[in-house]
């Protein structure tokens, strides 16, 4: 791999291409395909604010000379970003970072408005997703299951405030989705990803609010300190059959707006 300087770079797509090789050399002590490693460092720069919406991203000839992996590498973590929705590819023009934010008319349980804005924009980020053997009272609503895929994930309200949100799947219906790359359920609507990948279509069996002390691993994203009380939200998603899909919670910090529970048409 070839190393640069990025003071002796030219501004933008250079300098984008110089920061995307540092990032890679770190995401290489990893193991996984050169395209993952790629697609993943880069995803790492838009997570990070350094790569903006709207930005161009480097020729693809210039990421294989700062990079020095083949056009065909490239091409494949392009075509990955793309799959993921973090880039688009405009013909004739070069490839661009997409906006993160998530289409409001498929969100249930994120909908804060203002009263001269309307419907607040909101951005996923994913943190991890794990497996894990849960004890709590709503694993009654999976008699099968004995482990679950957590995904946690942040979520951003306007740029203003973070939600912590957790989705809690049956590992024996969805364990396939510990091997996908993170970036898979960022920037994305959690119920819309299962009917693009499953098939299943997700209703809305119940959703409950309250308050709650808030646990460390929440704080930090929410931005509170850990025991301090910050709102609940619970919902249990189930598919046509009434079987449960996914457990899933949010904590909410104080803010000044409202959350919108239902609307009529």
Known sequence: ???????????????????????????????????????????????????????????DEQLVR??????????????????????????????????????????????????VAGLLPVKARALSCTVETCSDSWTHNFPNASNYIHVLRDIQVNDEFSLASEFYFDENRFGDMIGEPLASFSR????????????IRARLRKQLLDLARVEPQHAVTIGVNPGDTAMRLEILGEDASGETIYFHRVMIPQNPYKLVLSEGG
């Open 1 to 59: 791999m070839q190393s640069s300087d990025p003071a002796t770079l030219r501004p933008n797509q250079d300098n984008a291409a110089a920061a995307i090789n540092r990032a890679l050399e770190a995401a290489q002590r990893s193991r996984g395909p050169k395209y993952l490693l790629l697609s993943g460092a880069i995803f790492g720069l838009v997570t990070s604010g350094y790569l903006v919406a709207g930005q161009k991203l480097p020729s």
């Open 66 to 115: 700062a990079t020095g992996f083949s056009l065909g590498t490239v091409h494949a973590a392009m075509k990955a970003l793309v799959q993921d929705q973090v880039v688009e590819r405009r013909h004739g023009s070069g490839t661009f970072i997409r906006d993160p934010s998530i289409d409001m008319t498929d969100v249930w349980h994120f909908r804060f408005r203002d009263g």
């Open 188 to 199: 994305v609507v959690l119920r819309n990803y299962i009917f693009d990948r499953y098939g």
